[in-house]
């Protein structure tokens, strides 16, 4: 079995700081992409940033030069540090993994619980 479990969301002022973490565990083999989304209620969720298992990453226009994503292939952990946040980045945001269990498997998408993170203006 694979856990994805996120940590560091929380309330935050405009202009703040966070950062998210999130861990892998279980029986894992490899991890190939990972990414964070961020979900609104009513709203689709959507993809905020993604690292590839080479450290290629990409993220949405939204928040380009103001988040980072980076990950310690060693822990199975994935970090998205947040910086000068806004209002409109107050969301739930999900931890994805594309992760295979066995040599001999292909890899599977996994989502994190999510956690809360709002920013008051």
């Known amino acids: 079995q694979v856990q994805l479990v996120e940590s560091g969301g929380g309330l935050v002022q405009a202009g703040g700081s966070l950062r998210l973490s999130c861990a892998a565990s279980?029986?894992?083999?490899?991890?190939?992409?990972i990414a964070w989304h961020r979900q609104t209620p009513g709203n689709q969720r959507e993809l905020v940033a993604v690292?590839?298992?080479?450290?290629?990453?990409n993220y949405a226009d939204s928040v380009k030069d103001r988040f980072t994503i980076s990950r310690d292939n060693a822990k199975n952990t994935v970090y998205l540090q947040m910086s000068s946040l806004k209002p409109e980045d107050t969301a739930v945001y999900y931890c994805y993994a594309q992760i295979k269990r066995l040599p001999w498997t292909g890899y599977i998408a996994y989502w994190g619980q999510g956690i809360q993170v709002t920013v008051s203006s």
């Open positions: 690292i590839t298992s080479g450290g290629i990453t």
């Open positions: 279980g029986s894992i083999f490899s991890i190939n992409d």
